[in-house]
């Protein structure tokens, strides 16, 4: 199974620390956060890594390389300066992944056991979910099903399995992936887990300095 990181949002929350350096290679630890991700996949067996890049795309190239060094392979999914959002960003990279592929957000920093999610159930997607964020949280959960209304709800913790199947209607252009899922879980065509573990979601100047300084 092939992995696709989503690397190529600007990181306005994270201003002025992504002025001039996009989010996922602020560093966390020593090394760039997505550095991270690059090893935690490549220990779980991922080799093949899509990485889609928009905003200051040389800077990652020049800080990965071809990913050999981290133990697998990049392809850069080179979108525009104004990027495709992420069911764009993936759709975009569809030729580059396989039937069934793992998609996770560039920006976050994890202790999840991505290997285990080479044996997810197969429909239309399977998705990490988290603790709520907020209390309205994105999705419930009932018996490894995912639903729109539930009384637990929980945030999608930006990690997921997808078939490309979820991706046939689509035109090229810019669209959240949010508007593939909520119509497969509507059709109880996505499960999902709960997952407790060390989970950050680097999104505000805050949050990073908080993992920053735990990590230093």
Not at 115 to 133: E, S, Y
Request: aromatic letters at 10%.
């Amino acid at each position: 199974m092939k992995a696709m990181i989503l690397a190529a949002g600007r990181g306005n929350r994270l201003r002025p620390l992504t002025n001039n350096c996009p989010k996922p290679l602020l560093p966390v630890g020593g090394r760039p956060l997505i550095v991270h991700q690059l090893e935690a996949l490549a220990a779980s067996g991922f080799k093949e890594i899509v990485v889609n890049v928009a905003y200051k795309p040389e800077q990652f190239v020049a800080v990965l390389g071809d990913g050999s060094q981290f133990g697998v392979s990049i392809h850069y999914s080179v979108e525009q300066e104004n990027a495709l959002e992420t069911g764009g960003g993936i759709f975009n990279a569809l030729n580059h992944l396989g039937e069934y592929f793992l998609v996770i957000s560039g920006d976050l920093y994890t202790a999840f056991p991505y290997h285990t999610l080479r044996h997810a159930p197969h429909r239309l997607a399977h998705l990490v979910l988290v603790d709520p964020l907020t209390p309205r949280g994105d999705f419930g959960l009932e018996d490894g099903v995912v639903c729109l209304n539930s009384g637990n709800r929980l945030t999608y913790g930006n990690i997921g399995v997808y078939h490309r199947d979820l991706f046939q209607n689509c035109i090229p252009g810019s669209f959240p992936l949010v508007s593939l899922l909520r119509p497969a879980i509507a059709n109880q065509q996505v499960t999902g887990e709960y997952f407790q573990g060390e989970w950050f979601n680097v999104g505000t100047v805050e949050t990073y300095e908080a993992l920053a300084v735990s990590r230093a």
